[in-house]
């Protein structure tokens, strides 16, 4: 069964760092594009990155320059360093895969992990 | 980047009743849409995909019609599980990034 897990959540400073982390298990996840989303408290969905299968590598303008998105193929993980949070970034983030190469929509996701940025 | 939107934000129907949920794009997709149901505590999980496809395991009560700029997501028979928000997404072919319309939440009294 395909399952992800993120982790790596929790509380930071304005201007301070993070990293999630996002493991797949059930399915090579080196072979699916990946991607971020979030959602702020009581607010819509968000895409924030993605990361396709030969590590092209897509943000969105909000996180440009402070998320980098990077895979970890021997853990079977993809994960979210996050630098420069501002207290906007806080939201549940989620990882999620495309459903194939080329797909244009996402079948599988975590169940989230929580960022609050807060001084 | 193309903007999805939405209608309406809130419908109320009862159980047995079919709902109908709008979503307009600002530029054709073509039928590059998807629609995920959110129930609260929960993820997002997909329910159509290019619009009309049906993902594994989502009942034939939902379902998903439309091409270009308008599509739908209509729900027979509603049942109380089927309380949630429920969003539509698609991505641009060029980058390829992705947008959600901002949801419309669907209440089973």
């Known amino acids: 069964e395909v399952h992800l897990v993120e982790s790596g959540g929790g509380l930071v400073k304005p201007g301070g760092s993070l990293r999630l982390s996002c493991e797949g298990s059930?399915?090579?996840?080196?072979?699916?594009?990946m991607n971020w989303v979030r959602q702020a408290p009581g607010n819509g969905l968000e895409w924030v990155a993605s990361?396709?299968?030969?590590?092209?590598?897509y943000y969105a303008d909000s996180v440009k320059g402070r998320f980098t998105v990077s895979r970890d193929n021997a853990n079977n993980s993809v994960s979210l360093q996050m630098n420069s949070l501002r207290a906007e970034d806080t939201a549940v983030y989620y990882c999620?895969?495309?459903?194939?190469?080329?797909?244009?929509?996402?079948?599988?996701w975590g169940q989230g992990t929580l960022v609050t940025v807060s001084s | 980047e193309t903007v999805l939107t939405q209608s309406p934000v809130t419908l109320s129907l009862s159980p047995g009743e079919r709902a109908t949920l709008s979503c307009r794009a600002s530029?054709?997709?073509?039928?590059?849409l998807a629609w995920y149901q959110q129930r609260p505590g929960q993820a997002p999980r997909l329910l159509i995909y290019?619009?009309?496809n049906r993902a594994a395991g989502i009942s034939a009560r939902f379902s998903g019609s439309g091409s270009g700029t308008d599509f739908s997501l209509t729900i027979n028979s509603l049942e109380p599980e089927d309380s949630a928000i429920y969003y539509c997404?698609?991505?641009?072919?060029?980058?390829?990034?992705?947008?959600f319309g901002q949801g419309t939440k669907l209440e089973i009294k």
């Open positions: 999620a895969r495309d459903a194939w190469l080329a797909a244009h929509f996402m079948d599988q």
């Open positions: 059930g399915f090579t996840l080196s072979s699916y594009s």
């Open positions: 990361i396709s299968t030969s590590n092209y590598i």
């Open positions: 530029q054709s997709v073509g039928t590059y």
């Open positions: 290019d619009a009309s």
């Open positions: 997404q698609q991505r641009d072919n060029w980058p390829p990034k992705d947008t």
